[in-house]
C-alpha cells in the first residue's frame, strides 16, 4: 500500500480511536485497516497504537508520528489541489476550538467574510470554556484565553481582552455604586470558578502598576461565561468580565460599568497548535484572519 494511504489510514485510526470507525469513515474493511497499520509500524520499526478491547490510543511514538502524518498529508492535499479545475487556494477541513461567548459574539458573524475569501477551506467550529486535548478531541488549533500551562504546543499570541467591572442597575440601586476597591465589603460578585480546576476567582485590580486580589463574598456561583453574564443581568452581583462580551449590553443599559479606573489586567490571548512545522496552509491563513479579528472587536 502506498505510504501517503497508509499515513491517511492512520491518522483517521487516531482521531476516531477505533478501527471500525476509521474503516467506515474510509468506506474500507475493517481488515484492511489493521492489515494497514500493522504494515506502517513494521516500516517505521515501533508500535505506534495501544489497543485495548474498548479503544485505540497512540502510543508516545505514535502521538508524534500522528503530527508528521497530519502535516504530510496536508501537503499531499494541498498539491493534489494545486491544479484542479475551479482550485483558487488552499482547501480542506480546519477544525477549531475556542471559547463559546468568543465564538459566538465575535467569530461565528465573521465567518462568512472568511469562507467567501477562501471557498474550499471547511470549519468545524467547536465553543466550549474548558481545556481540550488537541490529539484526543482531534482539533487543529485552540484558542485559549489567559495564563498558559507548559504544554509543548507551539502558541501564537492573538493580543489581550480588556477586562471592566459591571453590574446592572437594578443591583446598584438595592447595594450602592462601589467607588474603589475598599468599598466592595458590603457587595457581591456572581463568582466565577474554572471549568477545569473549579478554583474561584478573586476580585482584581491594578493599582501602581501592581496585582490586588481580594475575595468578594457572592451566593451564586458559576463556570461558565455564558451564565456568568445572565446571572449579572439578573441583578446577582458585580462580575468582571472582557470587554467585548457586554458592549451591547453596556449600551442598551442592561449593564453599568464601575471602578473604571481599577480594572482587573487584561488577559492573553493566544492560538494554540501541536508544532510549526505542521502548519497547514489553511490554519495560516485562518490564524492570520483570527488575530485580524480578535484586534478589531476586542479594542
Not at 30 to 40: D, G, H
Not at 148 to 157: N, V
Request: proline letters at 6%; a negative charge; hydrophobic letters at 40%.
Amino acid at each position: 500500500m502506498d505510504r501517503i494511504d497508509l499515513f491517511r489510514i492512520f491518522t483517521r485510526v487516531v482521531e476516531t480511536s477505533s478501527f471500525t470507525h476509521a474503516a467506515d469513515t474510509l468506506n474500507m474493511p475493517r481488515s484492511s485497516v489493521s492489515t494497514a497499520i500493522q504494515e506502517l509500524e513494521a516500516r517505521v520499526g515501533t508500535r505506534l497504537l495501544a489497543r485495548t478491547t474498548r479503544s485505540v490510543a497512540p502510543t508516545p511514538d505514535g502521538a508524534a508520528f500522528y503530527h508528521h502524518c497530519v502535516r504530510l498529508v496536508a501537503d499531499v492535499e494541498e498539491t493534489e489541489n494545486l491544479f484542479r479545475s475551479g482550485s483558487a487556494g488552499p482547501g480542506g477541513l480546519l477544525r477549531v476550538d475556542m471559547p463559546g461567548r468568543i465564538g459566538r459574539l465575535l467569530v461565528a458573524p465573521a465567518l462568512p467574510t472568511f469562507l467567501q475569501r477562501y471557498p474550499d477551506i471547511d470549519i468545524e467550529l467547536g465553543v466550549t470554556d474548558r481545556a481540550i486535548n488537541l490529539i484526543e478531541d482531534r482539533v487543529d488549533c485552540v484558542l485559549r484565553i489567559g495564563p498558559l500551562q507548559d504544554s509543548g504546543l507551539i502558541a501564537r499570541r492573538m493580543g489581550e481582552l480588556p477586562l471592566i467591572n459591571v453590574a446592572s442597575p437594578a443591583y446598584l440601586a438595592s447595594h450602592g455604586i462601589p467607588l474603589r476597591p475598599s468599598e466592595l465589603g458590603g457587595h457581591e460578585a456572581v463568582r466565577y470558578a474554572s471549568p477545569t480546576t473549579g478554583r474561584v476567582e478573586e476580585w482584581e485590580w491594578v493599582e501602581n502598576g501592581s496585582i490586588h486580589t481580594m475575595p468578594l463574598s457572592g451566593r451564586v456561583s458559576v463556570n461558565n461565561a455564558e451564565t456568568l453574564v445572565a446571572c449579572c443581568l439578573a441583578g446577582l452581583g458585580l462580575i468582571q468580565v472582557p470587554a467585548y462580551d457586554v458592549r451591547h449590553h453596556i449600551q442598551r443599559g442592561e449593564l453599568v460599568e464601575v471602578m473604571p479606573d481599577w480594572r482587573a489586567e487584561p488577559m492573553s490571548m493566544t492560538l494554540l497548535y501541536p508544532h510549526r512545522q505542521h502548519l497547514s496552509r489553511r490554519l495560516q491563513l485562518f490564524a492570520d484572519w483570527l488575530a485580524i479579528l480578535l484586534a478589531r472587536e476586542t479594542a
